[in-house]
């Protein structure tokens, strides 16, 4: 709770606005009992119209000043339960940006959208719960019974019995509530991330007409989410009915020793009534507070729930912030390093080393699962690497602020992927302040500016979410000009190249030569053809390199290459390859 506390800190003087007039309000309502006792045991037992008519007048006045005060009061708790919420949510995407790659598998990208969404919804809920409900409870209490005190010390002291049953009542259901509660959080987890394997998988689902089977598994998260629910509801259904029959049944006793005792002459009638009313209120104080107590537990785990993404330390922190110098530019180095995800049991990369340099072209090759996106996610830090080092421009990147880092490299990851908006504002994404020439230029060298100028709106042409009407190939090249925009000192294309025909593939290999004279180029590809020309060729077999060289050495020396080559070049190529080796 105290972590919350820096979210509230900015929403203090509505919520103290909230506070002051909800007390008002509920101080106006305890008065209006009192009122009526007067109005009968003076007014009415005097047949004093005057007095009865003042009391009426003040008795309204009183209502209306409770009635507004109550509405403004719901206002300002509002407008802070929001504000807190907004803040929230602002906290927890700005944290998740910090996260790393593993951060995000340990938390679950569906857990941190409910986290996100519902989590933050029930902490909003709650906070107006408490302010409404929970905060004046126990004062209106104390102030009903201090009244009631007042009036009947017999009844007040029935009162008291009657709070304790409720409070004894309450924690018994409480104990079986809580658990519930926790688990239809959990429940709601499931259901997000089924309900968007199901929507972002859609097309490899009716593709293999699978539609029956999500819908099974998707049933199925309902079923379990309703179920939970129901047994919620239940506790929820019991509960409510009951405390009400605690009320009637008080209330009735209140009548039937009262009117004993107003018989006796021991009290005035009015008082009965007044009883009557404080009574009603402090019980139904009670019985919003075990209401709201159901939610607190609820409320406890999302907050938990949230802080446990705002307290993750992240994998990767900024060890400085002082920009490392260096007079070199675009040379990056990998030395001995090995690799193992997260809960792995053996390393994805081992001792892998090799060196390029500004100008060069390093292409990766290997089998699939071989690691060679492993290394490409490695070079912008992506992951915590455990053994060797990886030096850009002779520094230790972990020496790096994340940010300068990255602003150095221009990453094309495998699956492109492009932003709600307009072509210009994707390629944007790149440099902020790029200008329109700049935009164009890096369009023309990814093979993008002619299928862009085809469009109906040139660079200004609409983007679905996640680039949904771009074909595969034109999204690609959009990510490509994205990354060239940035004018990067190293480049690393992780597979970006397969989503394009031969011919655009080399086009466009042939334009970013130009372009990367200052700075490294890392090509990752699946097919021989798109890194022929490559400076170094590394070939990868199962996290090892097994071979470095141009692709001729490589034909001569490595075997795993030569496969590759075998399964993918036609003989007159290998043969055309060989004879211009021989020359
Ligand atoms: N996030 C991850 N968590 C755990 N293991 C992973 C993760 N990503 C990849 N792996 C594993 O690491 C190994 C190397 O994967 P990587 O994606 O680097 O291979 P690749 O050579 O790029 O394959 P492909 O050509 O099929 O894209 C694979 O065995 C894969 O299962």
Not at 266 to 283: D, R, V
Not at 502 to 520: C, G, P, V
């Amino acid at each position: 709770m105290r972590d919350l506390l820096p979210y509230i800190k900015p929403h203090k003087r509505l919520l103290a606005g909230a506070i002051i007039f909800l007390f008002f309000n509920n101080f106006t309502a305890m008065f209006i009992p009192t009122l009526t006792a007067r109005l009968i045991n003076v007014g009415v037992a005097n047949q004093d119209m005057t007095y009865i008519y003042q009391t009426c007048g003040l008795m309204l006045t009183v209502a209306v000043l409770g009635g507004l005060s109550s509405i403004v009061s719901a206002i300002l708790a509002s407008k802070a339960s929001a504000g807190v919420a907004r803040d929230l949510r602002e906290a927890v995407f700005t944290k998740a940006q910090t996260y790393s790659l593993t951060d995000f598998k340990t938390v679950g990208t569906a857990s941190m959208i409910t986290r996100c969404t519902n989590d933050i919804n029930i902490i909003q809920r709650s906070g107006m719960m408490f302010l409404r409900i929970l905060l004046p409870a126990p004062i209106m209490t104390i102030v009903g019974l201090t009244l009631a005190f007042r009036t009947n010390v017999q009844m007040a002291c029935f009162f008291i019995a009657v709070i304790v049953f409720f409070g004894i009542m309450a924690y018994l259901i409480g104990k079986k509530a809580i658990p519930l509660f926790q688990m239809i959080q959990r429940k709601m987890d499931r259901l997000t991330y089924v309900l968007r394997e199901g929507i972002t998988g859609v097309r490899v689902i009716r593709a293999f007409n699978r539609e029956a089977f999500e819908r099974n598994r998707f049933v199925e998260a309902c079923d379990d989410y309703r179920d939970v629910a129901i047994k919620t509801g239940r506790v929820f259904a019991i509960l409510l009915p009951f405390l009400f029959l605690i009320l009637d049944l008080s209330v009735a006793s209140v009548i039937w020793f009262g009117g004993i005792q107003v018989t006796n002459g021991s009290m005035e009638i009015g008082s009965i009534f007044a009883l009557i009313e404080y009574l009603t209120i402090i019980l139904f104080c009670c019985v919003m507070a075990v209401m709201g107590f159901m939610e607190i537990p609820r409320a406890l785990s999302s907050i938990g729930r949230i802080n446990e993404i705002l307290n993750l330390t992240p994998e990767i922190n900024d060890d400085t912030d002082a920009l490392p110098q260096s007079e070199l530019r675009g040379t990056l180095e990998f030395k001995n390093v090995s690799f193992m995800y997260a809960n792995a049991e053996e390393p994805v990369l081992s001792h892998i080393s090799f060196t390029s340099k500004p100008g060069q072209t390093t292409a990766i090759i290997g089998g699939t699962g071989s690691g060679k996106s492993t290394i490409a996610n490695l070079i912008p830090y992506f992951y915590q690497f455990q053994e060797g080092e990886i030096l850009l421009n002779g520094i230790d990147i972990r020496k790096y602020p994340q940010k300068a880092l990255r602003e150095r490299i221009g990453f094309i990851p495998q699956k492109a992927f492009l932003f709600r908006g307009t072509i210009e504002s994707n390629i944007r994404f790149g440099k902020e302040d790029a200008t329109m020439e700049e935009i164009i230029a890096s369009a023309k060298v990814a093979q993008a500016h002619d299928f862009i100028e085809g469009l109906e709106d040139g660079y200004e042409s609409y983007v679905a979410q996640a680039g949904s009407n771009l074909s595969g190939g034109q999204k690609q090249r959009v990510a490509i000009a994205r990354a060239l925009v940035k004018k990067p000192e190293v480049y690393v294309f992780d597979d970006s190249f397969s989503a394009l025909d031969f011919k655009t593939d080399s086009m466009l290999r042939k334009a970013l030569k130009s372009q990367i004279k200052e700075s490294s180029l890392i090509i990752v590809a699946q097919r021989i053809s798109t890194i022929m020309d490559a400076d170094q060729i590394l070939v990868l077999d199962d996290g090892k390199l097994v071979g470095v060289g141009r692709h001729e050495e490589l034909m001569e020396s490595c075997k795993v290459y030569q496969q590759i080559a075998a399964t993918q070049l036609s003989e007159k190529e290998l043969k055309r390859k060989e004879d211009h080796n021989h020359e």
